[in-house]
């Protein structure tokens, strides 16, 4: 079995893949919100490995930020659309 660019490693018995994810700048409101949504039910389910657990707040950090700039963005496009 190949892999192409994902790295595999053993932690507490279970294979863990990590994958390359886009840069959170590139990816749209629509997209990253989901993403960060999908995040959140994974973290709520509780039974994930610190380290993952750790990475998946991280990411979680960077797509929140990234969709209230996004927002902000948008709501200055209102207001100068408004004048």
């Known amino acids: 079995m190949s892999k192409k660019t994902d790295a595999k490693s053993k932690a507490n018995g279970d294979d863990v893949v990590a994958v390359a994810l886009p840069d959170v700048g590139t990816l749209s409101f629509e997209v990253a919100y989901h993403e960060l949504e999908q995040l959140v039910g994974q973290m709520e389910q ?19 930020a990234h969709c209230a700039q996004q927002l902000d963005h948008a709501e200055l496009r209102i207001k100068q659309v408004g004048e």
């Open 46 to 64: 509780g039974d994930l490995p610190l380290e993952q657990a750790l990475a998946l707040h991280a990411r979680g950090q960077l797509l929140a």
